[in-house]
């Protein structure tokens, strides 16, 4: 190889031992420059933990409230069973008392028309 197709003169080192050589260590101002960057990502990771804190905080709050929410509709629920349950014991209850009533409203009626004497359809009726 001539001296000419050298590129420098650690150029043939280089050739000969690929793996010898080095990387060169970041400059002041890459440094610098990388230092920066990290603070700024730093920052950033800071706030979206500040704001992934407050809504697990807010998670919770409206857990909490759906878990009382849950619990009041159960509470209606009931109640809404309980009250059905009255509404057709009631209902069960009138249409006895409805049935008894007319029994005895037709045994009335039967005692009355046995009771009363025959009328005549030729006297005079008062008015």
Known sequence: MNRADRRDSNYDNAVNNPRSRQIEPASY??????LGTVRVQ????????KENEEAASQLVHVQQKIQTYQIEANELKERVTQNYQFFVDEQENHQKTLYLYNEEKAKISQLA????????????TRS
């Open 113 to 124: 028309s046995s009771c009363s004497p025959a009328r005549d359809p030729n006297l005079p």
């Open 29 to 34: 101002h890459e440094l610098k420059q990388l």
């Open 42 to 49: 730093r920052d950033e990771w800071q706030q979206r933990a």
